[in-house]
């Protein structure tokens, strides 16, 4: 067997593994990045829904199994630059509140070991790394910050319009904040219909290869990248406190790879299953537990005669928080509303469950050309409520394969945020409005498998990321979160990884 020796090793190349990468570039150690997809090619494809949608080019093959033994498909994706070449660009702070223990329908959210200030100084360095773009002081929930470091995307003229019937209503519609790159700019992003789900054809997204990964190349000889590589086992030395190696399989090449730092990047899923699968930093038998997705619903909404009110075609600008917060009517909060992309008639079919499908067949083969004419004149809406970590969601394996058991807690909370936006919707006029839940088999958001906390006998990480049990171990991507909060989670992952790379700088690399 090959073998090979670096200082560190990345292991995935999203959110976590491509910021890393870039924040320990100028450290001038020798960095191997190992991601087990590659490169996503920039080819009209790229931007065609029945490629992305129906044929699914671009979505993991693999078959997990679900609780009842039965299989599904994951809404994952492997490439250089993991899950944020198809996210939306949305990325938002965590509000204050969301590092506190707070009171939900359903139980507790616990507290996280740091705090908002913990990380504020990494949320500004994030949204200058990730050309974040927005407007401070518009939404009720905005932690204190500095001015976003680029201004906000403007809205078209109907989702103008949409905001003053919004603010009749007595609601404060913000800015969502967005990841893109010189948006409206020759030679940057174009404000298309087709950024959330699709990989950007032009490079003008705000993912993890544009920001993190292509810099970090760009900067340093001593950084590489090795794709279609899988990492399939860490070893650790006799003591179990260092792990020395990794096993990876390059096409039928298997090797080892000496380092004398680990970074695992993988995906909360991921991460713990190669953890489970090395048998390393499990003392508190906790790696894998407390698994949390959102609880989310897409509502279509028919019919809308703004959808062609320019000045482009980027819908996905409008953010409700609103009912983020508990009341003194309601002692518990909902969760977040935002506005969505354009859809096309390939994301309904290819989205929709089986039943949907069928009754779409239906619809379609009686009214012709019905589904675009909705697609072509209705408005998306998400609402987003916080999971809350329960032991009994989980990641296990079955032999090598990877087995999810979850089932989504806070509904009560969800359908209430779900009955306001239906009730508003109404009340600005839809006539037709069309919910779709997501389950088991939307997996964009998860985290929470290895825990940080203080405690190594209720948490995995340490508040930096480091593994309790396993020095030279870190593990940074959304599998530390102790709670999922209800805002999308990327610039939080960016944020702690900064932090975290300035804390290895500052010891393990003195």
């Known amino acids: 067997m090959r073998t090979e020796h670096f200082d560190i090793v990345i292991i995935g190349s999203g959110a ?63 490439g250089v630059g993991g899950n944020t070449k198809f996210w939306g660009s949305v990325l ?42 927005g407007q401070a002081g518009l939404d009720p929930t905005d932690p204190p910050r500095a001015p976003f470091p680029y201004p906000a995307i403007s809205h078209t003229v109907g989702m103008e319009r949409m905001i003053d019937r919004l603010r009749t209503r007595g609601l404060h519609p913000s800015y969502l904040p967005l990841g893109l790159i010189r948006p409206g700019e020759d030679g940057g992003c174009e404000l298309c219909d087709k950024c959330n789900s699709f990989p950007c054809m032009i490079g003008a997204k705000s993912d993890a290869e ?32 260092r792990i020395v190696s990794v096993d990876v399989v390059t096409g039928n090449e298997q090797s080892r790879i000496h380092a004398d730092l680990f970074i695992v990047s993988c995906g909360a899923v991921n ?20 698994y949390m997705a959102h609880v989310a619903t897409m509502f279509s909404a028919y019919r809308w005669e703004d ?29 977040h509303i935002q506005s969505q992309g ?43 409520t916080e999971d809350l970590p329960l032991p009994g969601n989980r990641v296990t394996l079955n032999g090598d394969r990877i087995r999810l058991d979850y089932h989504p807690s806070n509904m009560r909370a969800h359908r209430e945020l779900n009955t306001v936006l239906t009730r508003l919707l109404k009340e600005l006029g839809f006539r037709w409005i069309f919910p779709l839940s997501f389950g088991l088999g939307n997996t964009t958001h998860q985290c929470g498998t290895l825990v940080f906390g203080r405690d190594p006998r209720t948490s995995v990480l340490d508040p930096w990321c480091r593994s309790h049990d396993v020095e030279n171990l870190f593990v940074v991507d959304a599998s530390f979160f102790p709670s999922s909060a209800a805002v999308n989670p990327g610039l939080t992952i960016v944020a702690q990884a900064l932090r975290a790379a300035d804390h290895i700088k500052d010891t393990d690399l003195r």
């Open 271 to 290: 991460s713990a299953a190669l953890l489970l699968r090395s048998g390393v930093g499990n003392s508190s038998g906790l790696v894998g537990r407390n």
């Open 210 to 241: 544009t920001c993190g990964l292509t810099p970090a190349l760009e900067e340093s000889t001593h950084v590489e990248l090795r794709e279609r590589t899988l990492a399939t086992r860490l070893h650790s030395d006799g003591s179990g406190k």
């Open 342 to 384: 354009t859809i096309h008639p390939e994301m309904v079919w290819g989205g929709a469950p089986p039943l949907l499908k069928l009754g779409l067949k239906i619809v379609v083969g009686t009214f012709p050309g019905s589904l675009k004419n909705w697609t072509d004149h209705s408005i998306q809406w998400l609402t987003m």
């Open 16 to 78: 976590g593994g491509g910021t890393m990468a870039r924040a320990l570039a100028s450290t001038g150690r020798r960095i191997l990045v190992i991601e087990r997809g590659q490169t996503f090619p920039r080819h009209a494809d790229n931007w065609d829904p029945g490629v992305v949608w129906i044929e699914q080019r671009y979505r993991a093959k693999e078959r997990w199994l679900k609780s009842d033994s039965d299989e599904f498909q994951p809404n994952t994706h492997y």
């Open 92 to 133: 938002y702070r965590l509000r204050e509140e969301d590092f506190e223990g707070r009171r939900h329908s359903d139980g507790e959210s616990p507290a996280w070991p740091i705090r908002y200030q913990d990380l504020a100084l990494y949320y500004d360095r994030a949204e200058q790394m990730y050309h974040v773009h």
């Open 307 to 335: 959808v062609d009110a320019g000045p482009h075609k980027f819908q996905k600008t409008i953010a409700i928080n609103d009912y983020y917060r508990a009341n003194g009517s309601r002692p518990y909060p909902l969760g």
